[in-house]
């Protein structure tokens, strides 16, 4: 099989192709990537040593130019296209959320039809359960949860899922939708809470906390995401939608005593600052129809996922390093300020 991966520089598009070409030696995979700021080409390193030139080729490049994603797909005769390209930080949407719509929603349509258009046979969009808005205290979100996005970077997620899905209806595409609670693991930009806590608690630095805390999350390891993400591709029903969750509910402070706790640093550091607009307040993700049809279950519990990505960020110092400084130090200062 040969896959257009898109987004492949970034947290869970690296992971995935490392997992895809370490588990099907018969597999290529092209990776278009813009690469923005978190867009990191050392994520790949590793790759291009290994596949490089063979069975992994790199084009840096927006999804929204319909002219570089018709040559890739027909130069390298793509079998299926595995979405992963976003803006995806919630407070970077509030702050502006014109590269939002322009990559999210504009440049999913654009590389939706253009794959249409060449006879590209599948089309697999990855998602989020953002999508669904927030929960009260019980139940969980299923494939029939109405959308109901409460951030623009939500929003724009659920207009491009609305496009893919529209996509199948109009003109029989064969599309994959796939939904997931919040990922951690290797790779991720320090933006989102775990790496930013490890970062920030490994500095003596604050660790600021939105609210009260109790913002629930279901946290899902990356490798089990990108295991759901493989199901679907492979064997997703055309049309279909899909859930993929970890079973790992936990509230942000939470998750932030358990990395205290770890490093060995003091609750202390904990600084709760002023709530963001629209915090969804809690995500639960049903997965029983990926289980049911596509036999996904995640192999992680949060314990030894945890384990793993603290032990991870520890061995990739000069990773860590590298990616929080210059955008990323501008971006804290202006959306925290004082807070911090």
């Known amino acids: 099989m040969r896959v257009l991966v898109t987004g492949g520089c970034g947290f869970i598009g690296s992971n995935f192709i490392i997992h895809m070409l370490d588990s099907h030696p018969d597999m290529v995979v092209v990776n278009l990537d813009k690469l923005t700021y978190a867009g ?3 994520n790949m390193a590793g790759v291009e040593k290994k596949y490089g030139g063979t069975r992994y080729f790199f084009a840096r490049g927006d999804i929204g130019n319909a002219e570089l994603a018709a040559h890739l797909l027909t130069t390298h005769a793509i079998d299926a296209v595995v979405n ?6 919630v407070d970077r949407s509030i702050h502006d959320a014109s590269p939002f719509i322009q990559t999210n929603i504009v440049g999913t349509q654009i590389l939706l039809e253009t794959a249409r258009a060449v006879g590209v046979p599948r089309f697999v969009h990855v998602s989020t359960d953002e999508v669904y808005g927030t929960l009260g205290p ?4 299923s494939e029939h949860t109405p959308l109901a996005p409460n951030s623009p970077y939500s929003a724009s ?3 491009a899922d609305m496009l893919v899905r529209a996509c199948h209806e109009t003109y029989g595409y064969d599309t994959v939708i796939t939904r997931c609670s919040n990922n951690y693991g290797p790779y991720q930009f320090p933006e989102k809470l775990i790496p930013l806590m490890i970062s920030r608690a490994k500095k003596g630095e604050s660790l600021p906390v939105y609210g009260d805390g109790q913002n629930v999350r279901d946290w899902i390891y990356v490798l089990d995401h990108c295991r759901g993400v493989e199901l679907a591709l492979l064997k997703g029903r055309p049309g279909g939608v899909y859930n993929f969750g970890g079973d790992a509910e936990k509230p942000n402070i939470e998750v932030v005593k358990t990395i205290l706790s770890a490093l060995g640093r003091p609750e202390s550091l904990i600084k709760y600052v002023t709530d963001r607009p629209g915090h969804d307040r809690r995500y639960a993700m049903d997965f029983t129809l990926a289980k049911n049809e596509l036999g996904f279950t995640p192999a992680y519990d949060f314990e030894r996922g945890m384990a793993e990505t603290l032990a991870w960020y520890e061995a990739n110092a000069a990773w860590m390093e590298n990616v929080t400084s210059g955008n990323y130090t ?3 200062t202006a959306w925290y300020g004082e807070r911090l």
């Open 40 to 42: 990191n080409p050392a």
């Open 84 to 89: 992963f390209a976003a803006e995806t930080h």
């Open 138 to 141: 019980d139940g969980k979100f």
């Open 157 to 159: 997620k659920a207009s």
């Open 330 to 332: 501008r971006f804290m």
